[in-house]
């Protein structure tokens, strides 16, 4: 059975308190695993059934069971979870194709919650006691793994996910029950990166700026497209500005002169060299 998950709300900044445990937050999709009468489903967030996608994650519990947790796949040369890795498994439907890449890139579910239980619901008891309940669960394979959490040190916890290139910390309250929506008992820091692009053009629809970045040589390159962050003083300021910078137009997007400066903050490089989930900050005057 399906049950939507809980989701988070995004903390202020890194934070410790003696009422919180904190987990690194795992680099991948969310993932319900549900087991009934011995039959392993697996869904999205979104309640779609992607069982089929991850072979390896089809083993049974001793007994029957809903956990809440992340697919992840791990980069072999830096040992860091790969986004780009999870999507290429979560995409792929071929069964010819999943089962090579099962080999290839074997993927882990990283469980942080348990939800049933032999058929008991949990939700209602306090995180550390689901926690408790999960720690004693054995695991069917190597391919399973429970996410280690620390109680009260949030800021040292961040210091080193920082420090490692990972995505970041989530703080849930102990006593939290788990509920079907967001959260402020959840909160998670995302570890930004942040970098500064020129505004090459927008899109003439929805919202998007296009953004590039100069290479080795100098030369601006393409480098995504920024659909979060500015607030309606940044848009009326850059429209203000760009008619005077146009060099063209296609159907969708309008171009302009490279003259426009801002930062953005963004999870990472893609491997294919594009900002992940870039974030207007500031203009760079």
């Not at 490279?258 to 870039?278: D, Y």
Request: aromatic content about 10%; glycine content about 8%; charged content about 25%.
């Amino acid at each position: 059975m399906f049950i939507s998950p809980m989701l988070l709300e995004t903390a202020p900044g890194p934070f410790s308190h003696s009422d919180y445990i904190f987990e690194p937050k795992v680099d991948g999709h969310r993932l319900i695993y549900s087991q009934k009468s011995g039959n392993v489903r697996l869904y999205t967030r979104h309640n779609n059934d992607c069982t089929r996608q991850y072979p390896e994650l089809q083993l049974p519990f001793d007994v029957d069971i809903v956990l809440d947790g992340e697919v992840a796949c791990t980069d072999p040369e830096t040992g860091i979870n790969d986004f780009e890795g999870v999507m290429s498994r979560f995409s792929t439907r071929q069964h010819s194709k999943v089962q090579q890449l099962t080999k290839t890139l074997p993927a882990t579910f990283a469980i942080f919650d348990i939800l049933q239980y032999q058929g008991t619901d949990l939700r209602k008891l306090p995180l550390m006691e689901r926690k408790a309940i999960l720690h004693n669960l054995p695991l069917p394979s190597s391919s399973f793994g429970v996410v280690p959490h620390i109680e009260g040190a949030g800021e040292e916890l961040y210091t080193q996910i920082e420090a490692m290139g990972m995505e970041g910390v989530v703080g849930k309250r102990k006593d939290s029950q788990y509920v079907s929506r967001r959260s402020k008992d959840w909160q998670k820091v995302i570890n930004w990166s942040y970098t500064d692009v020129y505004i090459t053009g927008y899109r003439k629809s929805e919202f998007g700026w296009l953004v590039a970045v100069p290479n080795p040589s100098g030369k601006l390159r393409p480098a995504g497209i920024i659909e979060h962050g500015p607030g309606p003083k940044h848009k009326k300021a850059f429209y203000g500005v760009c008619q005077q910078l146009v060099t063209g137009e296609d159907k969708n997007h309008v171009y302009l002169e490279p003259r426009i400066q801002a930062r953005v903050k963004m999870r990472n490089w893609t491997k294919s060299g594009l900002l992940r989930i870039p974030v207007f900050d500031q203009f760079i005057v």
